[in-house]
């Protein structure tokens, strides 16, 4: 049996995109039923939305939507009708958390601010994903994570060589939303635990701002200390860093890449050169101790690039499964994917989609009593809106009219 802590928690998603719907996706896997109130027209504007391999799509199923969407029921309202905006107001009556990505202008127009959603349910907590917070000259202004966390966060900054001729993108669609989801998932877990204890509903609020300088805090943080940025490195750095060999990444002989990160090179250097055939640096007095390795680093890291790159990274990732220092290989989405280690703790998780077959999705990255989550396909657009209806109490005759005013889908 599948520990679900959120059974029982009722959540209001008035949402689309990735990030802030993926906080939903983690609460329906971690029991929640979530409710995801959708345009009554066109749906989720990353409905059938399609970027590259980021939108690929095999029937009805597409991680773009299955990843921030999974285990919720849709429901198709227009919210700018009494009717729509009525049906609203009778889920929100009866859920725990209002969940919102919509910008400030669309939630006045809308009547979707805190106060018009504790005016029908004074215990609810409040849930706010915006790009840049609710404060300042910003806050009014739309972004994604591509815009406001990768590139005005910084990581674009430090993962882009000065000499580069362009900008380094993000290694993957929805990757500052993804970690966004999962953050505002955290913030209304304790939100949730503040209300049982105090009784008091909070308001949540997590931006794509402050979710991307928490990403870069270490070089933010230097940064203010010394009053100036450390660059990234050049393009053609050493593989290694310049005191210690055995933190680096080196290019394998058919081009691909192993890393080390290995803090204490003394501990462990006798044992990388077992495992790449350079025994004879053992008893060289240049790395005799942690103190000679790290003088000498360009010398024995130049040993280690040549040892590596002599031969392919087949050849290692088999060789170095025994080696007692932490390294990696660098590794694709699919490889990833089909790595042993993912498949044995449960980090990625079957489900059927809408036509009976078998899918793999990521799993989130929290598990309760070793148990990895029972994951639930998304729902397509307004599939649930008549039962979600019925249970709010609404007779066949109402919801014809409902759907004849425009009111929902």
């Known amino acids: 049996m599948v520990d679900q802590p959120m059974q029982g928690i009722r959540v209001v998603e008035v949402a689309q995109y990735t990030f802030t719907p993926a906080a939903g996706a983690v609460l329906a896997d971690w029991g929640a039923d979530v409710i995801k109130v959708e345009h009554a027209e066109t749906g989720d504007a990353q409905r059938g939305l399609r970027i590259g391999t980021g939108g690929a799509a095999i029937g009805t199923f597409q991680p773009l939507m299955e990843h921030p969407n999974r285990g919720k029921r849709s429901v198709g309202l227009a919210l700018d009708t009494p009717g729509g905006h009525a049906v609203l107001m009778d889920l929100v009556r009866e859920a725990d958390v209002f969940l919102i990505n919509f910008l400030g202008a669309a939630r006045r127009r809308l009547h979707l601010e805190v106060e018009d959603i504790r005016a029908a349910n004074p215990n609810i907590i409040y849930v706010r994903g915006s790009s840049h917070g609710q404060r300042g000259p910003d806050a009014e202004k739309g972004g994604y994570d591509g815009s406001t966390f990768w590139c005005r966060m910084g990581s674009a900054w430090g993962a882009t060589p000065p000499e580069s001729p362009r900008v380094t993108g993000m290694p993957a669609g929805a990757y ?30 997590v931006s794509l701002m402050s979710i991307g300088s928490w990403a870069m805090a270490l070089s933010i943080g230097n940064a203010m200390l010394v009053g100036e940025d450390t660059p990234p490195p050049p393009a053609n750095a050493p593989m290694f860093i310049a005191v210690n060999p055995l933190i680096g990444t080196f290019r394998t002989s058919d081009g691909r890449w192993i890393n080390f990160t290995m803090l204490q090179p003394g501990r462990y250097f006798a044992d990388v050169c077992r495992h790449l055939g350079l025994e004879e ?67 990625i998780c079957s489900l059927m989609d809408s036509e009976g077959q078998e899918r793999r999705l990521v799993a989130n990255p929290v598990q309760f009593d070793e148990q990895p989550p029972v994951l639930i396909r998304a729902p397509l657009f307004a599939e649930h809106t008549d039962d979600i209806l019925r249970q709010l109490g609404k007779t066949d005759d109402e919801i014809i009219q409902l759907k004849i005013d425009g009111a929902c889908t």
């Not at 970690?179 to 949730?192: C, Q």
């Not at 000498?296 to 499964?321: D, F, R």
């Open 176 to 205: 500052g939303d993804s970690m966004g989801g999962m953050t505002i998932a955290g913030g209304i877990a304790a939100a949730l635990l503040a209300r049982e204890r105090t009784g008091s509903p909070s308001v949540v609020d």
């Open 281 to 347: 640096l053992i008893d060289d007095p240049r790395f005799g101790t942690a103190e000679d390795l790290m003088a000498n680093a360009s010398e024995a890291g130049t040993y280690i690039a040549q040892a590596i790159g002599a031969k392919p990274y087949a050849h290692w990732v088999e060789v170095l499964e025994t080696m007692e220092g932490p390294w990696a290989p660098v590794q694709s989405p699919l490889e990833i994917a089909n790595d042993p280690q993912m498949v044995a703790n449960g980090y």
